[in-house]
T-cell receptor, first 116, second 109 residues
């Protein structure tokens, strides 16, 4: 049982480049989400999905796209990287959406992204 | 004002000390989670609380729903406890998670 697998762990991009952060879970969780973590702030929600084929925007969605073609995978795409997207990114999953009393939250190992 | 406030932001302790980290929230919640993040590492769930108290090894977590407050205690602290501890709440309105800024704990030998 691998939990949440997130790749890559580190990435450096130039302004304007695009990339995809991969996220996969093997726990058959319906809810998956992407967060960014910036100094002095709590984790902020970028996009989330409540099941295959369903995605929605979170608090800070601009500049990011997601898709959920299978229950297992939830990739995050940066369309045209900007220095403001320099951050640490976390993928997370849970059995149910927040507010439904999840016994446990599962997070990936994080991606440290620098945009020059 | 943030919906979730943690205190202190930074905490330095000597090995063996009893440690308390606090979390206050201002919204209605269905559950509160304590998370641990080691330097350069991922985030790991420690506890989920909806009422009362839970204990796992040297870690104890409590929640007071009426006062909208939770505490994480570490007994007999050890340098390996050095990490960022994050409080997160499952907000009932809007089905979302809201996170505190985290408490950076350093335990010196």
């Amino acid at each position: 049982n691998a939990g949440v697998t997130q790749t890559p762990k580190f990435q450096v991009l130039k302004t304007g480049q695009s990339m995809t952060l991969q996220c996969a879970q093997d726990m058959n969780h319906e809810y998956m989400s992407w967060y960014r973590q910036d100094p002095g702030m709590g984790l902020r929600l970028i996009h989330y999905s409540v099941g295959a084929g369903i995605t929605d925007q979170g608090e800070v969605p601009n500049g990011y796209n997601v898709s959920r073609s299978t229950t297992e995978d939830f990739p995050l795409r940066l369309l045209s990287a900007a220095p403001s997207q320099t951050s640490v990114y976390f993928c997370a999953s849970s059995y149910s959406p927040p507010g439904h009393h999840n016994e446990k939250l599962f997070f990936g190992s994080g991606t440290q992204l620098s945009v020059l | 004002k943030n919906e979730v406030e943690q205190s202190p932001q930074n905490l330095t302790a000597q090995e063996g000390e009893f440690i308390t980290i606090n979390c206050s929230y201002s919204v209605g919640i269905s559950a509160l989670h304590w998370l641990q993040q080691h330097p350069g590492g991922g985030i790991v769930s420690l506890f989920m609380l909806s009422s009362g108290k839970k204990k796992h090894g040297r870690l104890i977590a409590t929640i007071n729903i009426q006062e909208k407050h939770s505490s994480l205690h570490i007994t007999a602290s050890h340098p390996r406890d050095s990490a960022v501890y994050i409080c997160a709440v499952e907000v009932t309105s809007g089905s979302r998670l809201t996170f505190g800024e985290g408490t950076q704990l350093t335990v010196n030998p």
